[in-house]
């Protein structure tokens, strides 16, 4: 089971972390989703060691695998003589795996007849063997594992939506390496020592045209395909320098040619049958498929396929996975029944503050609901993720610190500043074991530190070891999110860490971690929401309608703090005194923004920049949003 740990806690997949150990010390069902290759077995066992039933049974069951005769009795297990060569009786998955954890993987290739009985036993906690009628109770927590889109298999009958709903209490989806190019380098250094290491080999590294082979290859297995692709360069390896020979990576072409081959013979099957649809038929097939690939995701489903995103509505339309086009001439769209049937407003945010208030209320999509205008929240470990989904247009608008926008920026993101909330310097700070020798900013020198990259964190961490008189190349930086609590590995592995609120809260309260510098005097610390310039461009009513909704989730949270406390306490699982504690040190008052503010954010800039940490200059000024004549009532309203 160690063998697999390593994998998750490389800094590729480090964003994932903080929400994985949230999820690791409850039962929680969780929901795994993601191709092929991209880890979820991984993912699962994590879950499993990073939990209470660390040391009991940890069991996986491939349900792709099971054939429809015997899968019964597989998991649930039978008594002999139940059918013929039940010579005994049998335990099966469920109660072997008592009290531990239970991987059901490719839950999507269960039957539907065992998907009725997998929903009794996730209700009852209980299984009855084939040839009995006596339940046996069972103390496991399931956690379910599929590549496919499981709201499509819904649609199309193949799976029970009250099943979903049972599996789907908690999910974590895998994103496939494709879509993580930029975590190749840190991957790939991460399997060549791991397997120099295993192997008794010298230490590898990747020529430069060897890592632009990695950066350029489609990667259908993903992250299991690199790691055996890096496994058999070390083992084949004579030279410290690896060649893009010896990743061995041709095959590819013979699979791709031969893929070739086969669409063509599909296709002219297609022809022969000469019914006179072919090409609507293989169309509407093409573009059904490339859209459950994509789960959804349109932007992703047209890169796909090599097309527009408005050719690809017109498909998606007309085959009827979403509503019809609705548009009149020459005017601008606003919020109307007849207008918003199509309409999302796709929201990526963090659980603590007004956005994570806003989505636990209810109250956008209450407002919303006579428009027809769909709001998707999608949850992000911390700025620079959700900075990253916005700059690829995964999401319309977001909510993160001063730095993230910056490094966004700075690598061409397309993305505007909306409105700004006040500054909040005690919310981040650098916090030591309690029992630590560190105790003044000069005893950071030569110590390991944590820090998200390009975050709130980072800018405080310079403005620290500037005060004591050091530098970046004084310390050892560890990036990866902020985390609590802290496990026993974390504790070996750094000496301090740079924490914003609500967890920084949570921590001070555990008495477990103590503050030596906060962000007072430092950094302000203050609060940014942002939006895609396309998505501007043509929904201003919608920023409009969400900015109105942020200030009144604003004057709640300041008037209201304890029940707005008690409201997050459910979503991040910390309690209320912690989080009525973070929510007190800063104003929830959303405002528009000035000058002032883009001159704070401008000053930062152009230190990060001295610093040789952004790769250009930028103009904070050419990213502010310019609210359209006519629509002014938010602006005003300040």
Known sequence: MHNAIPALIDPASLAFQSVLDRLAPTDATVLIVGETGTGKEVVARYLHHHSARRDRPFLAVNCGALTESLAESELFGHEKGAFTGAAGQHQGWFEAAEGGTLLLDEIGELSLSLQVKLLRVLQEREVTRVGSRRPVKVNVRVIAATHVDLANAIGEKRFREDLYYRLNVAAVTLPPLRQRRQDIPLLAEHFLTLYARRLGRPQ????????????????????????????????????????????????????????????????????????????????????????????????????????????????????????????????????????????????????????????????????????????LWSEFPAGPQLLHALSHGEIDFGTTGEVPPL?????????????????????????????????????????????????????????????????????????????????????????????????????????????????????????????????????????????????????????????????????????????SHALSRRSHQTRHMDFAIVREQQAIADRFYALGLLPRAIKVRDAVWQMPVGRAKWRSAQ
């Not at 022969?272 to 509407?284: K, T, V």
């Not at 498929?289 to 995701?297: C, D, I, R, T, V």
């Not at 097309?307 to 017109?314: E, G, P, Q």
């Not at 505007?416 to 650098?430: I, N």
Request: net charge neutral; glycine share 6%; with cysteine.
């Open 204 to 375: 590898r590294k990747l020529s430069e045209e060897a890592l632009a082979t990695l950066m350029d290859y489609a990667w259908p297995g993903n992250i299991r395909e690199l790691e055996n692709t890096l496994h058999n360069a070390v083992l084949l390896s004579k030279e410290p320098l690896i060649t893009p020979q010896q990743l061995r990576l041709s095959p590819v072409m013979t699979a791709t040619s031969a893929a070739e081959n086969s669409l063509d013979s599909f296709l002219r099957q297609q022809l022969a049958c000469n019914d006179g649809a072919a090409w609507q038929r293989i169309m509407d097939s093409l573009v059904r498929n490339a859209f459950e690939m994509s789960q959804g995701n349109q932007i992703q489903t047209a890169a796909l396929l090599g097309i527009s995103r408005n050719s690809l509505r017109t498909h998606l339309g007309h085959i009827g996975l979403i509503k019809p086009r609705r548009s009149v001439a020459g005017k601008t769209p606003r919020i109307t029944t007849a207008t918003a049937q199509e309409r999302e407003l796709r929201i990526g945010y963090q659980k603590f503050g007004n956005l994570g208030i806003l989505k636990a209320r209810q109250s956008l999509e209450a407002q919303f609901a006579d428009c027809g205008v769909s709001v």
């Open 407 to 579: 490094f966004a920026q700075a690598s061409q993101s397309p993305l505007l500043y909306v409105a700004w909330e006040p500054a909040a310097p005690q919310s981040v700070a650098l916090l030591v074991a309690a029992d630590s020798d560190l105790h003044t900013l000069a005893d950071l020198k030569g110590k390991r530190i944590a820090v998200n990259k390009g975050s709130n964190v980072h800018y405080l961490l310079l403005q620290i070891l500037d005060e004591a008189g050091l530098t970046l190349d004084d310390v050892r930086v560890v990036y990866a999110p902020p985390k609590y609590p802290l496990t026993p590995s974390d504790r070996h592995a750094v000496d301090a860490w740079m924490m914003w609120d609500p967890l920084l809260s949570d921590a001070e309260k555990g008495q477990q971690l103590r503050v030596i510098a906060n962000g007072e005097g430092r950094v302000n610390n203050h609060q940014f929401y942002l939006t895609h310039r396309d998505f501007a461009s043509h929904s201003a009513d919608l920023l409009q309608t969400l900015m109105t909704a942020l200030e009144q989730t604003g004057r709640y949270i300041d008037t209201q703090r304890s029940e707005a406390a008690t409201l997050l306490s459910g979503e991040l699982g910390l309690s209320t005194a912690s989080l």
